[in-house]
């Protein structure tokens, strides 16, 4: 089994910044890919931002350049540094991790960016 626990989401102003923090727990394998998504009210749940165990990324468009994703292995950790928020930011963040064994959310953490 694998637990995720997410932190750091919060309301912040338009130009604000926001670190998101996901610690993951449980039977943990060395290769795998962890990330970020997001869902805002009415709408389907979206890719934020991935990051694999070997340290590739991969960002949606309408957060490149503002957005950074970083991992700590030895942590079971994923981070996700969020500059320049806008209000089309605010969603429900999820942490997600994927590996062979499964496919793993965290129970979501609110971002509310005021304009």
């Known amino acids: 089994q694998v637990q995720l626990v997410e932190s750091g989401g919060g309301l912040v102003q338009a130009g604000g910044s926001l670190r998101l923090s996901c610690a993951a727990s449980g039977i943990i394998f060395s290769i795998n890919a962890m990330g970020w998504y997001r869902q805002a009210p009415g709408k389907q749940r979206e890719l934020v931002a991935a990051?694999?165990?070997?340290?590739?990324?991969n960002y949606a468009d309408s957060v490149k350049g503002r957005f950074t994703i970083s991992r700590d292995n030895a942590k079971n950790t994923v981070y996700l540094q969020m500059n320049s928020l806008k209000p089309e930011d605010t969603a429900v963040y999820y942490c997600n991790l994927r590996q062979w064994s499964g496919n793993y959310w965290g129970q979501g953490t609110q971002v509310t960016v005021s304009s």
């Open positions: 990051i694999t165990s070997d340290g590739s990324t």
